[in-house]
């Protein structure tokens, strides 16, 4: 059973920052994409970060130069660094895994709040 449990979210002023973490039981993980999503009251989930697993990095326009994030194969760990946070990156963040064997198999963290507010 593959389990993905995030962690480090919470309140934070804006400007702050905040380190999510996603720990992933998984056989392989250095063979999944980890993907960072988020979504917002009333919106859409929307993908924010991925890193594959070739190490390569992607990131949404609205939050190129602010977050960034990395991968510890050794501990099956995959970070989400967020700095100069604003308001509307509220929402709850959410981890997700993705490999293709044959289909795609795909696997979610249960998420956690980040709140941006004064």
């Known amino acids: 059973q593959v389990q993905l449990v995030e962690s480090g979210g919470g309140l934070v002023q804006p400007g702050g920052s905040l380190r999510l973490s996603c720990a992933a039981s998984?056989?392989?993980?250095?063979?999944?994409?980890m993907n960072w999503y988020r979504q917002a009251p009333g919106k859409q989930r929307e993908l924010v970060a991925t890193?594959?697993?070739?190490?390569?990095?992607n990131y949404a326009e609205s939050v190129k130069g602010r977050f960034t994030t990395a991968r510890d194969n050794a501990n099956n760990t995959v970070y989400l660094q967020m700095n100069s946070l604003k308001p509307e990156d509220t929402a709850i963040y959410y981890c997700?895994?993705?490999?293709?064997?044959?289909?795609?198999?795909?696997?979610w963290g249960q998420g956690t709040q980040v709140t941006v507010s004064s």
């Open positions: 890193i594959t697993s070739g190490e390569s990095t």
């Open positions: 997700n895994a993705r490999v293709l064997a044959r289909r795609v198999y795909d696997y």
């Open positions: 998984v056989s392989i993980f250095s063979a999944y994409d």
